[in-house]
């Protein structure tokens, strides 16, 4: 029992205006995997009034409803207690409406408010509004009987439980007597037929309520029937009634208002079908099915067949309604055709007859003899018409409308009523023999339309039938046996060529248990009889059988056409033929049949003449028989259409039989496949060149081009075509396909044209397969295609107007099948059939070239309504699949035009923004999603108008002038609003994943477009974000049955969170912590292990087990990438505050076990190339070219699944060799999809890792749990043993994982690494290091591979910078440093050989560097024992003499070999290779040299800059000066004319004035020439230093000149420092207000102006190098220690800035003064430095430096110039004068007033020897000041450096000097 809803919340009010026409489609196409929704449940309970009578299913008008109506403002819905409230438009049009049609006031409302609900596209107004919803009114009530036969399918279905289990329900409610139901419906049938129209129904749309009387009345037959067929134990007076009604009703033609419909072509169709279906049910009421079934039960009592009475009744009535079939005497020479199907009536009924026993068996009233005889003769006398008649019905609207096309055929209604037909025609044969029908060739034509009929899955299931049930019984066999064949071989060929059935899939006919195809070819294999002319002398008479045929045997052995033999003695059977004198006899052997039919074929072809014979020999007498020797009868015409429509349908490639045939025909002589070649083009030659073509012929041309397309696997087919130019040639104007297209054209049928286009189409895809082809055919038959069809079919004429749309759905499955295959396998170029389509429908194409697309695309619609309305579903179907097609073929069109960068304005791009003619006057683009969004479009077709936009707006995304689609769509807001309607959880799976796609590609690629498809409500999520949003928070259940829509979602969301618009939506996104628990959720969750390809391939749900864990997989790839790119949003936008991801994903990085979970998952592939290889190998061997069968298709269009990658259906031979092929794509493809949805995953957590280390960085946890991720990770890569280039590129993403993984790891700032994960680690990476299945070194040799150098570099150098701190020892540490030294030297090796020779790249020298320098770090000395360092160190002095500039830059690669040279020259064993590999000549001998010798260098801070690397050299040269033990000769050699050369450029970097803004790059510059100057004198001071004093003493006195200016003045230096960067711009404003803002300017202050100090700190470090520098050129300290003779000193004298020794004015511009006024300076700075920061130790070491060299270089000076004075000047005056003035100066000096003024010298008048001597005193009186000044406070805070020193000068002094006064 159903069980009625009584829960409110199971069904609202709302869900009873559901249109009951929507309830039928629901049961009418359920999906068996789903479940029936439980407001489907409660609607059928609720209609189960209306469908316990289907007749009567809306109530009478009563006022009481309507007063109810018109008073209340809430009505109740009848039976029910919901309620609705009333709209006062509604109210009127319901009173209205129930005035017209009569029906109860309260449920016209409910009509008027479920079309308002549900009708389409109702935007208009007015009086028009009552006609649509009595239209509305119409089809509700016509659906109520299509649910009640939706109930009775349904619940014979064997799919769906759950479905079956709720239709058993219904079905026990709706039929609690099964009896009266059928009464009931015939009876209200027969009322309705004579029910004449009256009232408004006839004045006002007459014609409408006429044709939905019609309407009504089939569809209470149709489920009259369905019932009929399924209760097979009716009672005998149900079974009389629907006889008698039947029969008295004229077959249903008797109806009442035929005036009314009688010139309607639909009503005239209506009428037919119900004609047709009263005969069937008639036919079925006598219980034929009970009586023929093999092995059935008896009849059960109470049955027509049981009961005497009513058999006799209806023996009697159907006697006295067939009274004009009886026998008359003398027969009628003219009769005419029976008005009525009685002939049909009379056999069924003999049939019933036959199969009673004696005792139920009717009287013969009347006449002589049994009963079923007189009924039989009535049948079967030729005025009776039965066999006509019987076409008549097959033809009719009723049988040829297919059923549904593949699936559980044994329950369609379409298959009940042909096998009702069946029965009848087997109950022929067992009533009447074969032989004794007059109208044979009727019979045949009956059996060719029954069997052969119908939709494939009818015409299967009822062969397979036969085959199972009626072949093995003798009688039901006749028509095969008794078929006289080859006398009359068209009659067998035409059964035979039936009994094949249509083409069907592999499980339906393993659901029959065998293939029709394979019965037909065994019999025709083995034929029991053959019947062919003799002549007397053949054979010899032997007696009578019990009919009085003679029989006779032959008398030699006949050798039949074929090499078929009947040996001598064989008995045989005379029969009579219409032409003597010759006899025909029927040879009771089995014979071979299919190479005897050949040859009759190629006979009547005119291949060979009738009396032509093979020749054979024998032993003892033969008598070889020609073709004409065999009497043959019947015209050619009809044997060849008839013998070539069995041979196409043997030849078929699913039924798998060709090798056979081929071996029956090898009796022939030529090659067999050949021979049919041979014959299949003469037939179509001959048939080119007649005028008036017979139905024969053309059957003959359509079954000879199906023989072609099924052998255009063999190579031959090709010089076959070429040879007899049947597609044209150079020489031919005119080709006979282009003559048969013209002839078809006359006839108006194109079933010609359409089998054309299905053979180029299958030579293009045999072509492309296989790779057999021949250009000039292959050209030549496009040609006629786009010539002779494509340009003309629109405009022919049709006899049926689907068959325009099935030519077009041809057309545009030939060229897209071609097209989306273009590659040719043999060049790099297109194929030749790709090239022809493209010149013609893209290069040289223009608007009417498009013309049938766009016509197919826009026509359609209106034309599938109304092929509906005529219940013509085969038809609308067919054009349904022409639009699915246009679409694909557009989509297809729109790819290629991505290969060939075509622009958008141009075609087929513009095609979608061109004006159509539709109503609504849009752009195709628009239309397409009309189209789309129509409910009458199936969802295959919906999926792919969606795809075919989405290929559109990819396409032209990345154009720079790509349109609008917002320009382009009437209302661009409401379009995608349907769009995000379509992908709620309502519709299909699929439908949903295409939308969300399409949503995805709106939003990524259309920025007019994007915020309706995500909404714009402020601080909340909406539109369709919000359901995306929704349907992954119920991620759960979608991942388990629905992950392809989960994946297409999460993509979704992921173009929104990057869509520029989004950022409201993507900020209240942020804020829902259960949406990104759900994605993070998804992200985490382990996926199903897949099936094995090994095990579990032949399994039933392998490939959809498959496809799920493939989408799985992406849901999960996707839903990780969502997480990385929220990361980065995060990161961009500085948020302070912690987000839910952060936490999701940091708590995924702290946890060990989690995290290691996760990236095992990341790093798995289900890649097999063992699997590709077998498989491949399996094509190769069949013959098929993997290549050719890849699609083209946009990087976003793939979808996982048996199509995958490779979509083509390639043709081979033999059935088995064809299942291989199959089962190999399968599998190839099936792996893809794992593949590369695990790559994805790969891929996507890559970035997720990328992306978290910016919040990882120093965090131990995240630290600790990476480390234990790594080293799991680097085991399995380590293990990894598939190769291949796939595995190549997925190793390549995985060890980026885990490059990103040690990153973290290995973080220099965590301490306490795990020892044990260490040591594994780098075991594992040794073994990765050494892999020669993933040789890293391969991809820097072979540059078109995945660079997995790349990633293996980067560890390497983690590691590596990890190991430097570790002694050596240990074995582990020790072996991964050998490997990886040599993999590195041998690596850089090959990067810098690749530079030489122009290949090489930068970023691969950067890495390779990188790791070379953590080597050198380390302490191994192994890398110094590589012998590949010489080479590397030659290569790179190589690239850097070869450097050149472009455009101020030098070669990228030329920082990295500066890199590597300062590493190897910081090592002290290294530096010494590198001094002697020519270091510093190949540094003069460039390009910046050049630039250096000029001075032309300008500080930059450009990495690629000439001042970058010229720095760098100079950072290579100190290092090499510092490194090497005895640097002297090196100087010498190499380093001074190293700096000679840079002469210019070493005075610039000196030449600061101390007024020039000051950069941070010249600072560097600086400080690198006077550290480099520093090396060279520390190398030389042992030496002669007097030129080198001479060269740097200037520039070097002029800098400390500046420094002392930059220190005197801080307030103007800080004004001239010039910021690096923005933010140091901002920085350093800061700054310069603070030291405004103070009295004293403190520039040495870290903590306040950073910036500041840090350059006065580089300043200060270039004053202490070059008082270095100039203290060991002047030999200060052999000076001061008497270690030099001062008389000989005089080049030791430290010039002045000018180059002048000791001739300056005054103290000030004297090199000593400036020294001590830098003491001076430095000194105070000591108390301001702070020691709490580093920065500020070290300035405090580089002022006591600068302190003591100053004194030391001035002490020194004074002292050789002092001994260098003339002696006749007087010492004391000039001393005292000295002392005196110099003390008191040197004591109260103010760097920053005005007493820093020095006095002139004296002795202005004197002489130079004098001004030189007085301004020594005044020197030395200075210096005194600043060494001594003990108890002064002002003279302690003006010390600087080390007080001893400073005591052991002043000693110096006053020995030299005397004592100061």
């Known amino acids: 029992m159903v069980q009625m809803a009584t829960s409110s919340s199971a069904i609202q009010a709302e869900d009873y205006l559901w249109p009951l026409s929507t309830i039928r489609d629901t049961l009418l196409r359920p999906d068996p995997t789903s479940t029936p929704s439980p407001k489907l449940r409660s609607l059928l309970t609720h209609h189960l009034r209306r469908i316990r009578s289907p007749w009567s299913s809306f109530t009478p008008s009563s006022p009481e409803s309507r007063t109810k109506l018109s008073s209340s403002s809430t009505i109740t819905i009848l039976h029910t207690s919901s309620t609705l409230e009333i709209d006062d438009s509604s109210r009127q049009l319901a009173l209205k409406l129930s005035d017209r049609i009569d029906v109860d006031a309260i449920e016209c409302y409910v009509l008027c408010q479920s079309y308002v609900a549900y009708a389409v596209d109702d935007e208009r107004a007015g009086e028009g509004k009552l006609e649509r919803v009595m239209m509305w009114y119409a089809e509700e009530v016509e659906a109520v009987p299509g649910i009640a036969e939706a109930v009775l399918r349904l619940s014979r279905e064997q799919e769906g439980e759950e479905w079956i289990e709720l239709a058993e329900q219904i079905r026990a409610e709706m039929l609690p007597d099964p009896a009266k139901y059928l009464e009931g419906i015939f009876r209200a049938w027969s009322s309705l037929a004579q029910k004449p129209l009256a009232g408004n129904y006839r004045s006002e749309h007459g014609l409408f309520w006429a044709t939905h009387q019609l309407r009504l009345q089939e ?371 089995q014979v071979p049949g299919w190479a005897l039919l050949v040859e009759i074929l190629r006979t009547a072809a005119g291949l060979r003449s009738l009396d032509e014979k093979a020749g054979a020999n024998a032993s003892g007498a033969v008598m070889e028989l020609s073709v004409g020797e065999l009497g043959i009868q019947g015209s050619a015409s009809d044997i060849i259409a008839a013998g070539l429509k069995l041979l196409a349908a043997v030849l078929h490639p699913s039924a798998g039989l060709q090798a056979d045939l081929f071996a029956s025909l090898g009796s022939i002589g030529p090659p067999p496949h050949q021979i049919l070649l041979e014959l299949a083009l003469a037939v179509l030659h001959s048939s080119a060149t007649i005028t008036d073509t017979s139905p024969a012929d053309a059957a ?248 075919t936009v989405r290929t559109y707006l990819e396409s032209v995304a990345c154009d720079q002038q790509r349109p609008s689609l917002a320009s382009m769509l009437r209302d661009a807001e409401k379009t995608c609003g349907r769009l995000a309607n379509m992908a709620s959880l309502d519709e299909a799976a699929e439908q949903r994943a295409a939308a969300w796609n399409l949503l995805s590609t709106i939003v990524a690629t259309q920025p007019g477009c994007a915020l309706f498809c995500f909404g714009a409500s402020e601080g909340k999520v909406s539109g369709a974000l919000k359901v995306a949003v929704e349907q992954t928070n119920a991620w759960e259940e979608l991942l388990a049955e629905d992950p392809h829509a989960l994946s297409a979602t999460l993509g979704y969301v992921h173009s929104v969170l990057l869509c520029p618009s989004a950022t409201k939506a993507v900020l209240a996104l942020r804020n829902d912590s259960t949406f990104w628990q759900s994605v993070y959720d998804i992200s985490v969750r382990p996926v199903p292990t897949p099936p094995t390809f090994t095990l579990s391939m032949h399994s039933e749900d392998f490939a959809s087990r498959i496809q799920a864990y493939a989408f799985a997989t992406q849901a999960k790839a996707n839903a990780t990438a969502l997480l990385a790119a929220e990361l980065a949003a ?485 004004t001239l420092v010039v910021p690096s960067n923005e933010e140091e711009q901002a920085a350093l404003e800061i700054e310069l207000a603070t030291v405004e803002m103070d009295k004293e300017a403190d520039l040495v202050n870290v903590d306040k102006t950073p910036i500041l100090a840090n350059r006065i700190f580089a300043l200060l470090r270039i004053c202490r190098t070059i008082t270095l520098t100039l203290m060991s050129l002047t030999k200060a300290w052999l000076i001061l220690r008497g270690e030099e003779d001062l008389d000989e000193a005089a080049e030791l004298v430290l010039p002045d800035e000018e180059g002048e020794l000791g001739l300056a004015i005054n103290s000030i511009a004297d090199p000593v003064g400036v020294l001590n006024d830098i003491h001076l300076l430095v000194g105070p700075l000591s108390e301001k430095l702070s020691i709490t920061h580093p920065e500020s130790t070290a300035a405090l070491r580089v002022v006591a430096q600068i302190g003591e060299t100053t004194a030391i270089i001035a002490t020194s000076q004074l002292l050789v110039r002092s001994a260098l004075l003339p002696e006749q000047l007087p010492l004391e005056e000039d001393m005292g004068m000295g002392m005196g003035m110099g003390m008191g100066k040197s004591m109260g000096m103010d760097v920053d007033g005005e007493m820093v003024r020095r006095r002139v010298s004296m002795g202005g008048a004197a002489g130079t020897a004098d001004r030189r001597a007085g301004l020594v005193r005044e020197l030395e009186a200075d210096l005194r000041g600043i060494l001594g000044g003990e108890g002064d406070e002002a003279g302690r805070e003006g010390r600087a450096g080390d007080r001893a020193v400073m005591r052991w000068l002043e000693g110096i002094l006053e020995r030299a000097f005397g004592e100061a006064p």
């Open 219 to 589: 569809a209470l037959l149709d489920l009259l029937f369905l019932l009929l067929y399924q209760t097979p134990d009716r009672p005998a007076s149900v079974s009389e009634g629907l006889i008698r009604g039947t029969v008295m009703s004229s077959f249903g033609t008797s109806q009442s208002n035929r005036e009314v419909w009688e010139q309607e072509p639909e009503c005239q169709r209506l009428q037919t079908r119900i004609r047709d279906l009263t005969l069937v049910i008639a036919i079925e009421a006598m219980c034929l099915a009970t009586i023929l079934s093999p092995g059935g039960d008896p009849p059960a009592q109470g049955t027509l067949l049981t009961s005497q009475d009513t058999l006799f009744n209806m023996h009697i009535f159907l006697l006295e309604q067939s009274d004009d079939l009886a026998p008359q005497l003398p027969e009628l020479e003219e009769w005419d055709f029976p008005v009525w199907p009685m002939s049909i009536m009379c056999l069924s009924w003999a049939v019933v007859l036959k199969s009673l026993s004696p005792e139920l068996a009717p009287p013969a009233p009347g006449y002589n003899g049994r009963p079923e005889t007189e009924m039989t003769s009535r049948a079967l006398r030729l005025p009776s018409g039965l066999f006509p008649w019987l076409e008549n019905v097959l033809t009719g609207p009723l049988f040829d409308e297919g059923g549904q096309p593949f699936g559980d055929a044994t329950n369609d209604p379409a298959t009940h009523r042909r096998k009702v037909i069946k029965d009848v025609m087997i109950g022929l044969t067992e009533i009447v023999p074969f032989t004794s029908l007059f109208d044979g060739t009727g019979l045949y034509r009956v059996w060719e339309l029954l069997f052969g009929g119908g939709s494939p899955s009818t015409s299967t299931a009822l062969c397979a039938d036969y085959w199972i049930a009626d072949y093995p019984v003798a009688e039901r066999r006749s028509p095969l046996d008794s078929a006289r064949f080859p006398l009359e071989p068209a009659g067998l060929c035409t059964i035979l060529s039936a009994l094949v059935g249509a083409e069907a899939p592999q499980h339906t006919l393993e659901s029959f248990g065998l293939a029709p195809a394979s019965k037909v070819f065994e019999y025709f294999s083995q034929l029991t009889s053959v019947t062919h002319s003799v002549r007397p002398q053949w054979y010899r008479f032997i007696s009578k059988d019990d009919q009085g045929d003679l029989l006779v045997e032959a008398v030699a052995d006949i050798v039949l056409p074929g090499g078929a033999r009947i040996y001598a003695g064989q008995p045989g059977t005379v029969k009579n033929v219409e032409e003597p004198p010759s006899q025909a006899v029927t040879w009771r052997v």
């Open 700 to 947: 003959s041309v359509l079954s000879a081009l199906e023989v072609l397309q099924h052998l255009v696997h063999l190579p031959d087919i090709w010089q076959a075509l070429r040879a007899s130019a049947f597609f044209g040639s150079p020489t031919r104007r005119k080709c006979a396909a282009a003559a048969l297209i013209q002839l078809d054209s006359r006839r108006a049928e194109h079933d010609i044209a359409v089998s054309l286009v299905r053979l180029v189409n299958a030579l293009a895809l045999s072509a492309m397969n296989i790779g057999h082809s021949d250009d000039t055919v292959m050209k030549g038959a496009l040609h006629v295609v786009i010539t002779q069809i494509w340009s003309q079919f629109g405009g022919w004429r049709y006899a049926d107007i689907a068959k325009k749309y099935e030519l077009a759905t041809a057309l545009f499955r030939l060229y897209d099948g071609v097209l989306s295959h273009p590659r040719s396998a043999e060049a790099n170029g297109f194929s030749t059939a790709a090239d022809s389509l493209i010149d013609v429908l893209v290069t040289s194409a223009s608007p009417l070239t498009y013309r049938p697309i766009v016509d197919v695309l826009t026509q359609s619609p209106p034309l599938i309504r109304k092929l509906v309305g005529f219940r013509r579903r085969v038809d609308a179907a067919l054009v349904t699949g022409s639009v699915t097609s246009a679409a694909s073929f557009l989509a297809t069109l729109l790819r290629v035009s991505v290969l060939l960068k075509t622009a958008p304005s141009a075609l087929p791009k513009s095609v979608l923004s061109a004006s159509v003619a539709t109503p609504d006057k849009g752009q195709l683009i628009d239309a397409l999603f009309g189209l789309a969004f129509s409910p009458m479009t199936q969802d295959t077709t919906t999926i792919a108008l969606l795809k």
């Open 1130 to 1614: 995060v990161l961009d936008s500085e948020e302070d505050v912690e987000t839910k991801v952060q936490s999701l994903v940091l708590g995924l990085w702290r946890n060990a076990g989690n995290l290691q979970e996760a990236a095992a998952m990341a790093v798995h592939s289900s890649c097999n190339p063992e699997l590709h290889e077998v498989e491949g190998d399996k094509l190769n061997r069949a013959g098929v070219r993997l290549e050719g069968l890849r699609t083209v298709a946009l990087p976003a269009e793939r979808e996982y699944g048996r199509t995958y990658l490779y979509d083509g259906s390639p043709v081979v031979g033999a059935k088995p060799q064809q299942a291989t092929v199959n089962l190999a794509l399968d599998m190839l493809n099936l792996n893809w999809s794992m593949l590369d949805a695990d790559i994805a995953l790969t891929k996507s957590w890559h970035a997720l890792a990328d992306v978290i280390s910016n919040w990882t960085e120093a965090d131990p946890l995240a630290a600790k749990a990476s480390l234990r991720a790594a080293a799991h990770v680097a085991d399995l890569l380590a293990d990894e043993e598939r190769g291949g280039d796939v595995m190549l590129a997925i190793q390549v993403e995985r060890l980026g994982i885990l490059q990103v993984l040690l990153e973290t790891a290995l973080d220099p700032q965590v301490e306490g690494k795990d020892e044990h994960l260490l040591r594994s680690l780098g075991v594992s990476v040794r073994t990765i290091v050494e892999s020669t299945t993933f040789s890293p070194l391969g991809s820097l040799r072979y540059r078109d591979t995945p660079a997995i150098h790349k990633p293996v570099l980067r560890i390497l150098s983690l590691v590596f910078h990890s190991l430097a701190s570790r002694e050596s020892g240990d074995l582990v540490i020790d072996t991964l440093l050998e490997v990886g030294t040599l993999f590195t030297t041998e690596a850089t090796d090959v990067i810098l050989d690749g530079l030489v020779r122009g290949s090489g790249t930068p970023a691969d020298l950067a890495l390779a560097v990188a790791a070379l320098c953590e080597i050198i770090r380390s302490h191994s000395p192994i890398w110094l024992e590589t012998p590949s360092l010489s080479s590397v160190l030659s290569r790179s002095l190589e690239l850097v003499v070869r450097t050149r500039l472009e455009k101020a830059m030098i070669p990228p690669h030329l920082p990295s070999i500066l890199l590597l040279h300062l590493a190897i020259a910081n090592h002290p064993v290294a530096a010494q290779k590198l001094a002697v590999s020519g270091i510093l000549p190949a540094y003069s001998d460039n390009a910046i040299a050049t630039e250096a010798e000029s001075g032309r260098i300008e500080p930059s801070l450009g990495p690629h800059s000439v001042h970058s690397a010229w720095c760098g050299m100079l950072h290579v040269v100190k290092a090499l000066l510092w490194s090497l033990p005895d640097t002297s000769s090196f100087v010498r050699s190499d380093v001074m004319p190293f700096m000679r050369v840079a002469s210019a450029q070493t005075l610039r970097a000196l030449s600061w004035d101390g007024e020039q803004p000051l950069t941070s790059p010249a600072l560097q510059e600086a400080e690198l020439v006077c550290e480099v100057f520093y090396g060279i004198a520390r190398a030389v001071e042992m030496s002669d230093t007097s030129l080198l004093l001479a060269d740097f003493g200037p520039p070097a006195v002029g800098m400390l000149k500046s420094l002392r200016h930059a220190l005197s003045h801080p307030r103007v230096f800080s």
